[in-house]
């Protein structure tokens, strides 16, 4: 089901050129990137599941600040790796994504983690944008195991 804004809080644009081999660039020019394929090792390029696994990491971990207080916790510390996966589908369009955040937080153990990351999914304007298309996972790690991925 498709859910429309009711109100738009921030719009912005980006505008690629060359497709994989090329580059993307935001309207306001803070991002200007060259762009090469994944499996292939160009410096100084990156690419679109680069690009979006950043963005989903940010935003996944905004939305875990936003609903900490729920849970009395304080996300501030929390770590927050996003796995983007380029893979092969059994569809017409033959190729897809999927999508493993893993989550620490200090001081909370993986089992008492996983209300907090299921609030904050349902509250992540990534994490709606790809409900029902894409695989999401969610893993959340004891706190040790979080601090030894930093």
């Given amino acids: 089901m ?4 009711t109100r738009t809080l921030y719009r912005t644009t980006a505008h690629a050129s060359g497709g994989r081999t090329g580059s993307v660039a935001t309207g306001d020019a ?6 090469a ?10 690419n679109p599941e680069q690009l979006f696994a950043a963005g989903f990491a940010a935003c996944f971990t905004s939305a ?3 609903v900490a207080d729920e849970f009395g916790a304080d996300a501030s510390a929390a770590r927050v790796a996003c796995e983007v996966q380029l893979g092969t589908t059994d569809t017409p369009a033959g190729y897809g994504l999927a999508v493993i955040l893993t989550v ?11 209300p907090l990351l299921h609030r904050a999914d349902a509250v992540c304007p990534y994490a709606q944008a790809v409900k029902g298309n894409i695989p999401l996972t969610l893993l959340a ?10």
């Avoid at 498709?2 to 804004?5: A, G, S």
């Fill in 37 to 46: 394929p994944p499996r292939k090792n160009v410096p100084g390029t990156t």
């Fill in 2 to 5: 498709t859910v429309p804004l």
């Fill in 30 to 35: 803070r991002l200007d990137v060259r762009l």
């Fill in 104 to 114: 620490g937080l200090p001081g909370w153990k993986a089992a008492e983690l996983l």
């Fill in 64 to 66: 875990l600040a936003e």
């Fill in 141 to 150: 790690v004891d706190d040790s195991d979080a601090a030894a991925d930093a």
